[in-house]
């Protein structure tokens, strides 16, 4: 690790592919306060799964004017869970500093605990606010794809997130990497050499997220057979892919012996698995009829045509009122004007006459 200025800057090498280079964990500064790269792009992730989500809301018959509240809800629900999975599960590493609770520009986000916060406290806030959650559930399962597959560049930023040594030609290596391996090579189940390269974890699992936000996006459009089938299958893909992930880290919160990311991930795939097989069954004996189909969808989505379309006429009449204004104080002092020449006329055909 070398230090220019105030800010660290880390080397990252990728051997086998001939990547050589440095960078530095602080984007800027603000008023003495450091902006992390990793903040910045978990929350450029965020933004662009909220983008693509209310693109969405129509094609889903959801109102997006009801579901706002409910999407807010879930993203502080989720930053919260995020936040106090990951100290439940490392509360050694916390117990003595309180204040460290609270700081994550420099990471300690768990992403299963951010999906179980956003979808709890998300949910309650859409249930309140009568908007269906099936729908926005399957809306949500999509984003958080994208979300996950940007965010996990953060970890690149902060070299986190890796796995064991490797030969394969992705093997990258770095100087906190290093440190971190020499730092706690005791812990670990398995002997490491800092020297060679090790798994980028987090490219995997970017590369595998993104590819099932495609696919899923790509389901929902044409085969999406009841509510709730794009959420069932985002947490069997992206079980799927965590669970071989998480085998090859070096940093996996335990529970015991158990990883606990690990564990929760073959859950989440053997639940899903067997769900969505029920309700398949279900929808071919049974039928089921979408959300966005139901005269409950197409009033509501009528109603929010109807009050965008009332907010535009109220704009368009108030700057019709403005220009009636302004036609009419320029009729008025056209009107002044023409009075004041024809007294002004007045007065000197009276001296004339005088004369």
Known sequence: MTTVGDLDVFEIVFPRLGIHFTIKDTAFTIFGIDIKWYGIIITAGLFLALLFGFSQMKRFGLNSDRAI????????????????????????DYAGDWKSIFNIRNGGLAIYGGIIGA???????????????LPMLDIAGIGFLLGQGIGRWGNFINQEAFGYNTGNVFGMSGGRIQQWIAENADTMDRTMDIYRPVHPCFLYESVWCLAGFLLLWLVSKKFRKYDGQMFLMYTAWYGLGRFFIEGLRTDSLYLGNIRVSQALAAICVIASVIIQAVMLFKVRREGAVLYCDTEESKQLLEETIKNDSDDSEDVESKSEDGESEEVCESETSDDTEISEKNDINESNDDIKEEN
């Open 69 to 92: 509240d409910a999407v807010i809800a879930g993203i502080i629900g989720g930053l919260v869970g995020a936040r106090v999975y990951y100290v439940a599960m490392s509360w050694s």
């Open 119 to 133: 979808c709890l406290v998300g949910g309650i806030v859409a249930k309140l606010r009568k908007v269906k959650l």
